[in-house]
């Protein structure tokens, strides 16, 4: 399966409910242009993204991007920006893609990667509450 495929079947695991009806951006800074990292790198780009949103005042809540069946997680960000900025922040952690969810909607943006936006339904339906 292509790593534009892979992304398409990303479920979101979260700690908290999201009761926000404002559109968001869900970002990661880990393993640059589909490449895995060390996990010490990715912690280290991970608070670099973190500091960054500080600095730009965006509100942001922790998420991981997975695969279905959890084989593969990834620690990112859901931020409440718009979507240029979103994708402004992809492009400096050199990130293939981000998810836009705009209306309770699932999109898959490209950014690094020739492919064209994708819907991918309800955002809800991707969304996976864990246990505190």
């Not at 398409?8 to 409910?17: E, G, N, R």
């Not at 898959?108 to 509450?129: K, T, Y």
Request: charged share 20%; aromatic share 10%; proline share 5%.
């Amino acid at each position: 399966m292509s790593l534009w495929e892979s992304y398409k079947t990303s479920i979101f695991l979260c700690h908290q409910a999201l009761k926000c009806d404002a559109d968001f951006a869900i970002i990661s800074a880990q393993n640059p242009a589909g490449n895995t990292e060390h996990p010490y790198l990715n912690l280290r780009r991970d608070k670099e993204l973190q500091a960054c949103l500080n600095l730009q005042r965006l509100p942001y809540r922790s998420v991981i991007g997975s695969a279905p069946d959890l084989s593969f997680q990834e620690k990112s960000w859901i931020v409440l920006c718009d979507k240029s900025i979103a994708l402004q922040l992809a492009q400096q952690f050199q990130q293939n893609a981000i998810y836009w969810v705009e209306q309770g909607e699932l999109f898959l943006v490209p950014v690094l990667m020739p492919q064209h936006e994708e819907s991918l339904g309800a955002f809800s339906e991707r969304l996976v509450l864990l246990p505190d």
